[in-house]
């Protein structure tokens, strides 16, 4: 459990001065062990946890706290997605490109053990989604980096060719690769199938109406069904 907040408590220990070799005496373990730990490539077991805790001085409720949602990485998550349009026309749905958003954050943790973004998803009645996207996609338009356009009961999104320009350096090429090749499996499909698709995943169907869905759901689905 406490693997995927690796990152947050190596920064921890940087800012309270501790060397590695120390914190690894303290929880009777080797450097390389804990270095190990710090790259997310080994987890500790529960009685470390609690010592490296007791070491840092913090509780295991402010370590879930610590790992803060990345909004400027999620806007990227955005651009990425319109930069691999799913339709004819470089517009994507807004109800659409909300789906395909949770299913890249859902699948890079059931990969990684970590979300693409942080973000928190709101079980709401169309589906998955974090409280701040439609804040998210305001702000896009707002710099000139999207255009919104009303057509019927829809609103088609698509990124303006001034902000194509613009490196998503936030975003790590496998994270780009995953985005592709959820645009491309989403390509050809309704807007009711991919919503029918996250309804019908563990994650939405087990949590309860405006419920923050946990990221662990997913790592009990099929993995035919992760997007």
């Not at 589906?127 to 999207?146: M, Q, T, W």
């Not at 320009?165 to 995953?178: F, Y």
């Not at 009711?192 to 939405?204: A, G, K, M, R, S």
Request: one cysteine or more.
């Amino acid at each position: 459990m406490i693997n995927k907040y690796f990152k947050f408590l190596k920064k921890i220990r940087n800012e309270k001065g501790f060397k590695q070799k120390e914190v690894a005496e303290k929880l009777g373990i080797s450097r390389s062990s804990y270095i190990s730990f710090e790259q997310g490539k080994t987890e500790l077991n529960f009685s470390q946890i609690i010592k490296l805790l007791d070491v840092f001085g913090i509780s295991l409720e402010e370590v879930e706290n610590g790992l803060q949602p990345n909004y400027e990485k999620y806007k990227e998550m955005i651009l990425a997605y319109l930069r691999n349009a799913s339709s004819d026309d470089d517009c994507v749905l807004k109800t659409k490109l909300a789906k395909m958003l949770y299913l890249a954050d859902f699948a890079w943790f059931y990969e990684k053990l970590e979300s693409m973004s942080g973000m928190k998803y709101r079980r709401i009645k169309y589906g998955p989604v974090p409280d701040i996207y439609f804040r998210a996609i305001s702000e896009l338009e707002e710099a000139g980096k999207i255009t919104i356009n009303h057509k019927e009961d829809m609103f088609l999104i698509s990124e303006n060719r001034g902000s194509q320009k613009q490196k998503l350096e936030n975003l790590s090429k496998q994270e780009l690769e995953l985005i592709k090749k959820i645009s491309k499996k989403w390509k050809n499909k309704n807007t009711n199938e991919i919503v029918d698709f996250t309804h019908n995943q563990l994650p939405y169907s087990l949590c309860s109406p405006d419920e923050i869905i946990p990221y662990e759901l997913i790592t009990q689905e099929n993995p035919k069904y992760v997007y």
